[in-house]
């Protein structure tokens, strides 16, 4: 399916297409193609069908059908679906069911969205090659050697792959803009508390958000539009009424000021950095005012988040215990029954994780890591308003390489974490920021250039991000 | 034997469940007593995914409960325990931690003492676990049912300072704190139920000195008369192994109440880390200066002030058995009836033992018992219409069925007042009897009339009616 969204969407709109018609091609193109990928842990099919015969019911009895009618998404496997599995691509919730919808799976629904499966991911969205997965890893459409990034990874690999044009994703260190510069798409992470949580499977509560993957800028912003918006069952969702981001999608960035971030770029591979420069210097033609700005506060990221997040793990995912629902692995005593049961169940990632957030969150380290990482996430807060104070966005890479091999990095974590280098920032302070592709790097991969923007400034961010998607190469 | 004279010093932690209509973090039901497992969603099992989104009615309670004694509300925010237990949903505790909503504040006792109050914050309670096997323990259940209608219930867990000094103080503190936490109608305070649980910190001390002992922390005190007891057996087990030359461990004891004796519970609660850190799901909870004062202005009376309405009524200086009435009334709720039958001219001593005995028999009842019935029981009592017998009876007939007009249950029981023949009839039996009073009486000593009263209430079991009978005896000339 190589149609966008908003031209599908478009079609069963206008009746020139059946919302089933799309259904029906996307099942066969995932059935088809999706063994050498593995973008899918499951499918939605009844339930799509359903829900495509719906909207073609409506669009044949005049009701609206919704801004996204027909349009097949596919949705990462941390996100829940009432009555539809729902793994976290993790052994420990193998099977499990939810009984209740995410906020955004049922915002897709309303706008006549059709989910049409569950996608691959690094074992709670913790990974950034999706090879974390216990049900295999997923490979990169544009090269089967390659990882597709993670932890969203099947979600980008979907929309790469065209099965589906558009994804959701979430986004805790970079999990939707990473996969996606590896991948060849778009994909976005809306400010904190823009779209709601509610539904999502937590890894690290205070940096998780969920975003959009899409062909083109147009979708993603399609898609965030549906999808933003105030929850009363998510605390941390804002109030504040958004914006529709379409409406100003193509008023260009004449007289915009971008600071092109040196400490978003420099540590990177040579032609990811030549990628970025041509974004640059693309944006200064169309009429943004381009300058260099050096925000080094950012370089403190990555050490803050690999214990802020971690800790915030270690919490979230104690619940897995074999008590109510998962894996159980039967031993004589409950403690001994909890621990058999997260033996079995986790991944070494996962319980890697759980014990480095365990360790900074222990009486008498707590000062000297969890405290002192949240003090430094907020130096990258009041950096960051420092940066804005003279730019209206800042331009960087998204990931320092473009796809590394499949098994080059998983036995090295650190190796692995530092792809997060880019994108950690954004997840600190809160702000979006979406990864536009913009040519390709030596070995013919796809480069992701990534903008990033003040908090709840979408529309100005898709703005951009569509001026740098029209000057790709 | 050491010649070292002892003391205890002893602070409370009490956990008070919030009779709000719906739970800390989601929309079930704060019910007691459902069947298991009834009340319950996503967000109070712990399902992935879940988030808890804070109750407002949890809150103004909590703050009720923070201005009543007399704390500072303050900005506040809700952290993490993290431990791992079958009955916890998502194995860590929602809770406040290094930032409580309410505290500072104290609690003064009926005789004036005070007990400064640390802190009151929220938190969520746990589901029940039920134990099936030999003993009810963890350790020997063969295995356990866990009902998560009480996961995520409001509580307020307020803790004392160390100011309390003997077991009888610490009695005195649970009961007060319970009128008042009823009072403001944020609990019910029902230890039996477990809404109100009582956990104490003891250590001893010479007598003289200012240095703290090493303290135990004692739970499962299901009542005030185990709360007494525990802390007594306690302070004599600590004090009888310091003066063996041993040392208190602090550690975490069980009250026995069939054994009457405290048994360790380290081996559960030693390795506990917590590992508090604020809760990211929700933003912090700062009640603003508007929302304080309007919970400060609506608070309504406490216990103590509504004793001192009491003592007023009897004119200041009740006796030791009217203080005892007054309290349990108090206690109950049912001072409301007590001065609700005084506006109306029932003595406030008949009011407040009826209260204190019949009504607090039936307290549930008499909580729903209507004011102005009661007063009017009473009115037929203290006019004589009804003798004390058949007033105690319409006061038990009343409560029984939730009200009526005691005029007609009087009725119904055969109270009825005497026809005006037998009436004349009773009192020309009086009269032969008592000659030289009714000459007095005739030649106008006014007083006699009362006599003559009580004469013919007596002479007919009360069933006379007091102004009839004045009527009577009126138009024979008196």
Redo the contacts between chains.
């Keep these: 399916m190589r149609e966008t969204a908003t031209t599908l969407a478009a079609q069963v709109r206008s009746g020139e297409r059946s919302a089933r018609d799309v259904v029906e091609e996307a099942l066969a193109a995932v059935a088809s193609d999706d063994g050498d990928l593995n973008a899918f842990l499951s499918l939605l099919e009844d339930e799509a069908r359903a829900g495509a015969d719906a909207v073609d019911a409506a669009v044949a009895a005049g009701r609206d059908p919704g801004s996204l009618a027909g349009v097949p998404v596919a949705l990462k496997d941390n996100l829940c679906t009432r009555g539809a599995v729902t793994t976290c691509g993790s052994k420990i919730l193998e099977g499990w069911r939810p009984p209740y919808d995410a906020t955004v799976v049922d915002l897709l629904r309303r706008a006549g969205a059709i989910a049409l499966g569950k996608t691959n991911m690094d074992e709670f969205a913790m990974g950034s090659s999706t090879e974390n997965s216990a049900f295999g890893a997923t490979r990169n459409p544009r090269h089967t050697g390659k990882v597709p990034g993670g932890s969203s990874g099947g979600s980008a690999a979907a929309v790469a792959a065209g099965f589906t044009p558009l994804a959701l994703g979430s986004d805790t260190g970079g999990s939707i803009r990473q996969p996606a510069a590896l991948c060849g798409v778009v994909g976005m992470k809306p400010t904190y508390g823009r779209v709601s949580r509610y539904g999502l499977v937590a890894f690290a509560s205070s940096l998780d958000q969920i975003g959009p993957f899409a062909a083109t800028v147009e979708d993603a912003a399609l898609l965030f539009d549906v999808l933003a918006g105030y929850d009363p069952l998510d605390s941390t969702s804002l109030p504040s009424v958004p914006e529709p981001t379409l409406a100003t999608l193509h008023e260009g960035v004449e007289g915009i000021r971008v600071g092109l971030c040196r400490d978003l770029v420099d540590g990177c591979a040579a032609d990811v950095v030549a990628r970025v420069q041509e974004a640059a210097d693309a944006l200064a033609g169309a009429g943004a005012r381009v300058e260099d700005v050096s925000v080094p506060e950012f370089g403190y990221g990555l050490s803050a988040y690999y214990l802020i997040a971690p800790a915030e793990a270690s919490s979230n995912l104690a619940r897995y215990d074999g008590v109510r629902y998962g894996l159980r692995v039967d031993a004589e005593d409950v403690a001994s029954m909890n621990t058999a049961t997260r033996t079995a169940g986790f991944g070494a990632e996962v319980k890697r994780r759980i014990m480095l957030g365990t360790y900074a969150l222990s009486a008498g380290y707590y000062d000297a890591y969890y405290a002192q990482a949240q003090r430094v996430r907020t130096l990258v807060m009041q950096a960051f308003d420092r940066a804005y104070s003279s730019y209206d966005v800042l331009l960087g890479a998204t990931a320092p390489t473009t796809a590394f091999d499949v098994g080059a990095k998983v036995d090295v974590p650190m190796a692995m974490y530092v792809n997060d280098v880019c994108t950690i920032p954004s997840n600190l302070s809160g702000h979006p920021a979406v990864s536009v592709p913009f040519g390709t790097g030596a070995d013919g991969l796809p480069v992701g250039v990534q903008v990033l923007a003040p908090a709840l400034q979408e529309a100005l961010l898709f703005r951009v991000a569509q001026v740098v998607e029209a000057f790709a190469p | 034997m050491s010649d070292i004279e002892w003391e205890m010093v002893i602070g409370l932690e009490v956990h008070c469940e919030l009779q709000t209509t719906t739970k800390l973090f989601c929309g079930c039901r704060n019910a007691f007593g459902d069947e298991p497992n009834v009340n319950i969603c ?1 967000t109070c ?10 109750n407002e009615q949890a809150v103004e309670f909590a703050m009720r409960i923070g201005a009543a004694l007399h704390c500072d509300i303050r900005p506040s925010e809700f952290s ?1 325990k ?1 431990y ?1 237990y ?1 009955d916890q ?4 505790q929602i809770s406040q931690y290094d930032l409580p909503l309410n505290a500072n504040g104290w609690l003064e006792l009926p005789d004036g003492f005070r007990v400064g109050v640390t802190r009151a914050h929220m938190e969520e309670d746990t589901g029940k676990l039920t134990h099936i096997g030999a003993s009810g323990r ?2 020997a259940a063969l295995h ?1 049912l ?1 009902d998560y209608n009480r996961s995520g219930v409001p509580l307020v867990e307020i803790v004392s300072e160390p100011d309390i000094r003997t077991a009888g103080q610490a009695r005195a503190y649970a009961s007060e704190l319970r009128g008042i936490l009823v009072a403001t109608g944020a609990s019910d305070g029902r230890m039996e139920e477990g809404s109100m649980r009582v956990d104490a910190n003891v250590s001893v001390r010479p007598v003289g000195t200012d240095a703290f002992g090493t303290r135990c922390e004692i739970k499962n005190l299901n009542s005030l008369r185990s709360l007494v007891r525990a802390i007594e057996y306690e302070a004599t087990r600590q004090i009888a192994l310091v003066e063996s030359g041993g040392t208190v461990v602090q550690e975490t004891r069980h009250w026995d109440e069939s054994a009457g004796r405290t048994d360790s519970m380290r081996s559960k609660e030693e390795a506990n ?1 917590y ?3 604020p809760e ?4 912090p909870l700062a009640p603003d200066a508007a929302w304080q004062e309007k919970v400060r202005t609506g608070l309504g009376a406490m216990p103590a002030d509504r004793r001192s309405v009491l003592v007023s009524g009897l004119g200041g200086t009740p006796t030791d058995a009217e203080k005892d009435q007054i309290h349990a009334v108090v206690d109950l709720g049912l001072d409301g009836l007590v001065t609700a039958a005084a506006e109306t001219g029932v003595p406030v001593t008949l009011a407040l033992a009826r209260a204190a005995n019949e009504a607090a028999a039936q307290s549930e009842a008499a909580l729903r018992l209507d004011p102005e019935t009661f007063a009017s029981t009473l009115m037929l009592e203290s006019g004589g219409q009804l003798s004390a017998t058949q007033s105690k009876a319409v006061l038990g007939a009343l409560l029984e069925r939730g009200g009526g007009d005691p005029a007609v249950i009087a009725k119904e029981m055969g109270f009825e007042a005497l026809s005006s023949d037998t009436l004349g009839a009773v009192l020309d039996e009086i009269i032969a009897a008592h000659t030289e009073e009714w000459a007095r009486f005739l030649d106008g000593e006014d007083k006699l009339m009362g006599f003559f009263t009580r004469e013919v209430m007596q002479a007919t079991a009360g069933k006379a009616n007091g102004k009839e009978v004045a009527a009577e005896l009126r138009s024979r000339g008196g």
């Design positions: 996503p099992l712990g399902l992935p995914g879940s988030l808890p989104v804070l993490r993290n791992f079958p949903a998502k194995d860590y963890i350790n356990a866990v880390d590992r508090y850190f990211p799901d929700l933003v």
